[in-house]
């Protein structure tokens, strides 16, 4: 496997990403958020692609470790989800927290009484019957109606492939013959995923 599709594997996943902007994102703006990354990706998979194709592995490999670098310094400056904060009862930091994600002059109270009365709620279910509580959860229709489709969704997307795929395309191309060279196949495909995901 060249270098190439071995960056593009590597870039594909983010699993930390989604629970901090559903912690993070106001209700309004957060399905927005959520699917924006698969945008995102599609831009990193097309930028990692096409200096694969312009540039030796060697120089490729130094550029693609900026921006992780970038993100690990990022990642300090970020405070902890209040949601988090509060579920270690850490009611001052969250406050913080929730007041930097939407400004300074954004009231937060609101917002920030609904997040203490959630967690008040589940804490209260959770001392008394902790267990028949998550059972009833589990079993109720708001939990199985979205885990379903999110569910079915989800398995349908890792069943098609895709990971795989984006990491041996480079390979695809080149046994498939074409008179196209693969790492222009490359990024034709890239350009073509980023129309499809800003579409989405």
Same mark, same amino acid.
């Given at each position: 496997?060249?270098?190439? %599709?071995?960056?593009?594997?590597?870039?594909?996943?983010?699993?930390?990403?989604?629970?901090?902007?559903?912690? &993070?994102?106001? +209700?309004?703006?957060?399905?927005?958020?959520?699917?924006?990354?698969?945008?995102?990706?599609?831009?990193?998979? #097309?930028? &990692?692609?096409? $200096?694969?194709?312009?540039? =030796?592995?060697?120089?490729?490999?130094?550029?693609? &470790?900026?921006?992780?670098?970038? $993100?690990?310094?990022? *990642?300090?400056? #970020? +405070?902890?989800?209040?949601?988090?904060?509060?579920?270690? %009862?850490?009611? /001052?930091?969250?406050?913080?927290?929730?007041?930097?994600?939407?400004?300074?002059?954004?009231?937060?109270?609101?917002?920030? %009484?609904?997040?203490?009365?959630?967690?008040?709620? /589940?804490?209260?279910? %959770?001392?008394?019957?902790?267990?028949?509580? @998550? $059972?009833?959860?589990?079993?109720?229709?708001?939990? *199985?109606?979205?885990?379903?489709? @999110? !569910?079915?969704?989800?398995? *349908?997307?890792?069943?098609? !492939?895709?990971? =795989?795929?984006?990491?041996?395309?480079?390979?695809? #191309?080149?046994?498939?013959? &074409?008179?196209?060279?693969?790492?222009? !196949? #490359?990024?034709?495909? !890239?350009?073509?995923?980023? @129309?499809?995901?800003?579409?989405?």
């Amino acid at each position: 496997m060249n270098f190439q %599709n071995f960056s593009a594997a590597v870039l594909s996943y983010g699993p930390a990403v989604t629970p901090y902007i559903s912690e &993070t994102a106001h +209700p309004k703006i957060r399905g927005i958020l959520v699917t924006l990354r698969s945008f995102v990706l599609a831009i990193g998979l #097309l930028t &990692t692609w096409t $200096l694969g194709y312009f540039l =030796p592995w060697r120089i490729h490999a130094y550029i693609l &470790t900026i921006p992780p670098i970038i $993100l690990i310094i990022l *990642l300090f400056l #970020l +405070p902890e989800t209040p949601y988090w904060l509060i579920e270690h %009862n850490n009611i /001052k930091a969250a406050r913080q927290s929730l007041q930097f994600f939407r400004g300074e002059k954004y009231d937060i109270s609101e917002e920030f %009484n609904e997040i203490q009365q959630k967690h008040e709620i /589940k804490t209260t279910h %959770n001392k008394e019957q902790p267990w028949k509580f @998550v $059972l009833k959860r589990i079993c109720s229709s708001a939990f *199985l109606k979205p885990f379903t489709c @999110v !569910g079915i969704l989800y398995s *349908l997307a890792a069943w098609s !492939g895709f990971s =795989p795929l984006v990491t041996y395309t480079f390979e695809i #191309l080149d046994a498939a013959g &074409t008179s196209i060279e693969p790492g222009i !196949g #490359l990024i034709i495909i !890239g350009s073509i995923r980023i @129309v499809f995901a800003g579409t989405y």
